[in-house]
């Protein structure tokens, strides 16, 4: 009995001893570790990171991304060029489309409204001859460029009508309506070649200035 009462003792005192190393490791992680043993859920990777972000960041819009990595008005080889022609001496307009010209294409705006002003300036011959005076950029987009074209044929003045007329043998010039006398010469019909003094005798028709005083000094004495 006695030595039953031993072991049972025995057991006891490395029980309790037991217990006491628990509490005592217990207290030394809470004083040390105040969060352990503390339960924390992690959702999956692909849901942490789904948006492209690290957690406590927030995801960028699609929208903002596109604005950044894109710029829509940028001319393309697909860009319809669209092209107004307006004649003020008719007030009539015609439109047509054509292929971009490849020296606008990766224009924006600002690029290609410089460039339409450099054409305004200094436009190519055909254009000079048609009576070219400004372009105007009407539109402008990726998909579609307008711009209009202003034209006016500059009309030079009539020429002053002239009458050379042989009266007491020398030369007259008479306006056009032959009653009022422009310039009395010194130029003698008679020293004139014949065909000449034929035309003079049946009054010589001769427009402009310029063309009546070259003709006087190559006749004049």
Not at 177 to 201: G, R, W
């Amino acid at each position: 009995m006695k030595f039953i009462g031993r072991v049972s003792l025995f057991c006891i005192i490395g029980l309790l001893g037991f217990a006491a190393g628990i509490a005592s490791n217990s207290v030394y992680m809470h004083l040390f570790y105040p969060n352990w043993g503390e339960s924390r859920e992690f959702e999956p990777y692909s849901q942490e990171f789904k948006d492209g972000t690290l957690p406590g960041e927030e995801a960028d819009s699609g929208d903002s991304l596109l604005t950044d990595s894109r710029n829509p008005d940028i001319i393309t080889c697909d860009t319809v060029f669209s092209i107004e022609e307006y004649d003020r001496n008719t007030d009539s307009t015609a439109e047509h489309e054509e292929a971009i010209p490849g020296k606008y294409i990766g224009m924006d705006r600002p690029g290609f409204i410089d460039a339409m002003a450099a054409y305004e300036l200094s436009p190519p011959l055909e254009e000079q001859q048609r009576g070219l005076i400004s372009v105007e950029v009407l539109a402008f987009s990726a998909e579609r460029v307008r711009i209009r074209k202003n034209y006016q044929m500059i009309e030079e003045p009539a020429q002053e009508l002239f009458y050379l007329v042989a009266e007491n043998h020398y030369i007259t010039v008479y306006r056009e309506d032959m009653q009022s006398v422009y310039l009395y010469t010194d130029i003698c019909v008679e020293n004139l070649p014949v065909y000449l003094q034929e035309e003079i005798i049946q009054r010589k028709l001769i427009s402009g200035e310029s063309t009546l005083y070259h003709f006087l000094e190559s006749y004049s004495s």
